[in-house]
């Protein structure tokens, strides 16, 4: 797994949000919604894929035992940022 971000700023297109996420931080899909951001969600956890969204711009990391969503997606439930900056489709 690529080495987390030091720090990553996250736009939120739809929910018109802007995060910014630390390693440690909750889950982006927690922080999306402490910040007011509605995302679909069900097991919390890399397995379901229900929480996939589109990532128009930055990178990020899954951990190993997760399958990913695809090249342009992710799983804001276990992938961490790998940029300093992210935009989402969310
Ligand atoms: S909520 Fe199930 S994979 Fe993210």
Do not use: F
């Amino acid at each position: 797994m690529p080495i987390a971000a030091a720090q990553c700023t996250i736009t939120c297109t739809k929910s018109n949000l802007t995060i910014e996420w630390r390693p440690g931080s909750l889950p982006l899909l927690d922080l999306i919604e402490q910040a007011g951001g509605r995302a679909a969600y069900s097991c919390r956890y890399g397995n379901c894929h229900t929480c996939v969204v589109d990532v128009i711009s930055g990178e990020v990391a899954h951990p190993p035992d997760i399958t990913p969503p695809g090249d342009g997606k992710m799983l804001p439930c276990c992938a961490a940022p790998v940029s300093d900056k992210l935009v989402l489709v969310i």
